[in-house]
Antibody, heavy 119, light 106 residues
Framework: QVTLRESGPALVRPTQSLTLTCTVS??????????VTWVRQSPGKALEWLAF???????YHSTSLKTRLTISKDTSKNQVVLTMTNMDPVDTATYYC???????????WGQGTTVTVSS | DIQMTQSPSSLSASVGDRVTITCRAS??????LNWYHQKPGKAPKLLIY???SLQNGVPSRFSGSGSGTDFTLTISSLQPEDFATYYC?????????FGGGTKVEI
């Protein structure tokens, strides 16, 4: 069974960095065509794509957030890690990770983790 | 960045209705278009990929069409569990982008 599970802090102070971990099971992060992506959703807003990392360790980022985002993976732990620097209250959102197969759709999603940015 | 524009932003419908949602890309994206729906408090779910391919396990009342810049998601007979927000998303190139969503309400 393919699953993804997000983990990370529920509360972050402004200007701090956020580190989120996506732990996957049921598939390999190094299988050709497999990517893991991060998407967020601010309260009441649409989905916003953040970044993805592919099976070959190529990385792609949102244009507007590129300078603040780092995505990486640890294949030994079956984890994909997203770091976002200089957090602001506008970054308050639910953050999801999802699998992309062969550049098709995001076919399996985690349940999401809610992050609040507040002092 | 490719902009994805959905219409309408919301609609009211009844069980059994045929519902159509449109998505327009700011440039041609061939058939690199996916559709999702999302219920409150839940993660999105993939319905259609590559513009017209039905994801495994998704009911056949959902269908997608289009290519280039104009795409359509059709629900042939709306069911109670279909009341949700629907999103299109392009994967023609990065950055990946989503439409603004269409909320389907009773």
């Amino acid at each position: 069974q393919v699953t993804l599970r997000e983990s990370g802090p529920a509360l972050v102070r402004p200007t701090q960095s956020l580190t989120l971990t996506c732990t996957v099971s049921g598939f390999s992060l190094t299988t050709s065509g497999i990517c893991v992506t991060w998407v967020r959703q601010s309260p009441g807003k649409a989905l916003e794509w953040l970044a993805f990392i592919d099976w070959d360790d190529e990385k792609y980022h949102s244009t507007s957030l590129k300078t603040r985002l780092t995505i990486s993976k640890d294949t030994s732990k079956n984890q994909v890690v997203l770091t976002m620097t200089n957090m602001d209250p506008v970054d308050t959102a639910t953050y999801y990770c999802a699998r992309i197969m062969a550049m098709g759709g995001m076919d399996v999603w985690g349940q999401g983790t809610t992050v609040t940015v507040s002092s | 960045d490719i902009q994805m524009t959905q219409s309408p932003s919301s609609l009211s419908a009844s069980v059994g209705d045929r519902v159509t949602i449109t998505c327009r890309a700011s440039q041609s994206i061939s058939s690199y278009l996916n559709w999702y729906h999302q219920k409150p408090g839940k993660a999105p779910k993939l319905l259609i990929y590559a513009a017209s391919s039905l994801q495994n396990g998704v009911p056949s009342r959902f269908s997608g069409s289009g290519s280039g810049t104009d795409f359509t998601l059709t629900i042939s007979s709306l069911q109670p569990e279909d009341f949700a927000t629907y999103y299109c998303q392009q994967n023609y190139n990065t950055p990946l982008t989503f439409g603004g969503g269409t909320k389907v309400e009773i």
